[in-house]
């Protein structure tokens, strides 16, 4: 006799498993949907906006791609790429620097600043001025992305050599900076030649520098386009001409021409700091106008510029050369330049090798010692470099002077 079999109970068991698993994954893809609904919030009526989009930085922001499908992750992908662009524009161009003194100046996007200093220090980071004895930094050697121009003014003026009889055919070269701007002011240098030069000798003509060619527009190009100085318009008179015989009337024409015509000219057709050309605009703005000057153009720098134009010029610079320091500071102590302070003075030569050292450090030191207004090491330096009487020594001065010779 056989016994009656009843129901499985493992087959209910088995549906009640089957339906509990189907629970769960509905349940937990509710919530993932949920979770993802939560994490990007699209403004109804309206095409994902940049506030929808994270920092660069932001590590979070790898999720971004995830998150966005379709046309909602390019036009988001695209928002951080021209944000990302303009960072970069905005860190490439140098913050324009206004007046000295101020919180704004010059800065490049690796960090660097132009220095500005006071009392031999600079008022910005710190630093003391950094001077080259043998060679310029490697980088003040290779060719300029932001080049100036250099132009060619040719003019006649009084023959104040021939005690004002008659005209001659003078000229000057202009340097302006890359990128200059009629809205903004800048610094003016005029540099003198020496013996055998002419207008061209600072700024165009080439010159070796050990195995390398340089001329002085190069080196201000690269000093300018790299922070180790400001942009400044420099000028370049032809100062002994074969129309001036002697240097002693070379002195007197340039002395004379410097207040009556160059200055004034470039006053009035360059951006300066002088209010208009008038004598006593460039006099009051003298801070940002300087005077250099290599071997003859030193001994003019002190005779024919501190002597009779101290009044125009606050800084000066002279390179391998001296007149007779004590006439000059007699001079500049005289009641019509007492009060005139000095911002810079700047000397140096080309060592042992310079037929003009011995008497450049001479001259400098008379300064310092009789005139309380050159201070060394604070507003007034010698240096004296590698070179002898060449190019070699006066390019590497002229690298040396012009960060600190105005304000």
Known sequence: MHKKRGFPLWIPCLLLFVLLVVATVYFIRGRVDTMQKEAVVVPSEAEPTAEMTLPLDDADNALLPDLLTGSEETEAADVLVEDAEADAVSDEAAIDSTEAGTDEFTVFADGKHVHHFVNGVCDRCGSQPVFYTDRIPEELLEAS???????????????????????????????????????????????????????????????????????????????????????????????ETKVIQGLTAALYQMRDELRTYILPYIVDHYSTYAADSSLESISAARDYFALGGLSNGALFVYEGGMRYNF????????????????KTVSAIQSDAYADFPVHCLFTGAG????IQQHYTEIGYDYFIENDTRFRDGENAWHVDVTGGHTWKAWLTELCNALPVLFP
């Open 145 to 239: 992305s932001s080049p100036g121009t250099v132009t060619l003014h040719e003019y006649k003026v009084t023959n104040y050599g021939n005690h004002g009889f008659g005209e001659i055919d003078k000229c000057f070269n202009v340097y302006l900076p890359y990128g200059y701007e009629e809205s903004r002011q800048y610094p003016v240098l005029v540099l003198i030649h020496g013996a055998e030069g002419n207008q061209d000798s600072w700024l165009t003509e080439e010159h070796q520098y050990d195995d390398d060619l340089l001329t002085g527009k190069a080196l201000l190009d690269r000093m300018i386009e790299l922070g180790y100085c400001e942009p400044c318009i420099v000028v370049s008179p032809a100062f």
């Open 311 to 326: 009044d125009l010029f606050g800084n000066y610079a002279a390179f391998s050369g001296n007149g007779e320091p004590w």
């Open 351 to 354: 060592g042992d090798t310079d």
